[in-house]
Structures are given as C-alpha cells and as structure tokens.
C-alpha cells in the first residue's frame, strides 16, 4: 500500500517517500531475462472506469540503495506512467554473477492511496549452436 498523503504529489524533484525494493539476482552463464509486473489493486468499478491513476517502475543501477532524486543516478530504465492496472518492466541480463538494482514505484500527479503487487519473475537464457 502506497499512502496518497505520503510525500509530495508530483515525484519529480524527490524519489524519498516512494516505494523502494531492493532486487537481487543472480545471473547464469549465458544470460537472462527478469520480468517485474507492477499490479495495482482495482477495489471497485468506478475505479476502473474513472481511472487516473497512472503507475509505472522505474528501475536503478542503485545496488539496492534507496535513491532520492530522479536523475542522480540516471534510472537504467525508466518506466512510462500509464493508467493501465498493470506495468510490465523486462530486464535483460548478458554477464554472470550477482546484479542488484533498486525498484522505485512512481505515480504521475499521486492523488489517492493505492494498493499494489509486485511480481519478479525471470527466464535463463540458453544459446545453442548447431553444425
């Protein structure tokens, strides 16, 4: 849950009050791909159909630090604010080893209280080469 009177409206000086999780994940040879589905909670159908609450994730390079300013770093992806219930972020990851990022959730114009789920899923990657 994501208190609308928390923090400012707008994120766009400070990242402080927003939600922040830090991921982990440990990379194969060979490469991966992480999928991260934001999914905010519709309560009920009005929601749905008056609905402007537009989320999205932005992701950091961060190692799982808390980031207070949108630009300082530079987001490694920056997610558009859509009024979609869900927001799909892919990452794909070509180096072995262990790769920590931060997730931010982000509103545009944060107005009300929002509920949400954050689901991290991911694929290895294998390469073949046939003679």
């Known amino acids: 849950s994501w208190d609308g009177k928390q923090g400012p409206v707008k ?32 309560t009920d159908k009005d929601d749905f159909a008056q609905n402007r609450e537009f989320i999205t994730l932005v992701v950091y390079k961060t190692e799982g630090k808390k980031v207070y300013y949108p630009a300082d770093p530079p987001p490694y992806i920056d997610g558009i604010r859509i009024n979609s219930p869900h927001y ?31 689901r991290v899923r991911h694929t290895f990657i294998s390469f073949y080469l046939q003679i």
Not at 17 to 41: D, F, I, M, S
Not at 92 to 97: E, F, H, V, Y
Request: glycine share 4%; net charge positive.
């Open 88 to 118: 799909l972020t892919k990452m794909r990851l070509t180096s072995a080893g262990t790769h920590t990022f931060t997730l931010v959730v982000s509103q545009y114009e944060k107005q009300n209280t929002i509920n949400y789920t954050l």
């Open 11 to 42: 994120d766009v000086y400070s990242l402080a009050n927003n939600p922040q999780y830090k991921l982990e994940v440990q990379c194969p040879a060979g490469g991966a791909a992480v999928w991260v589905l934001l999914t905010r909670h519709i």
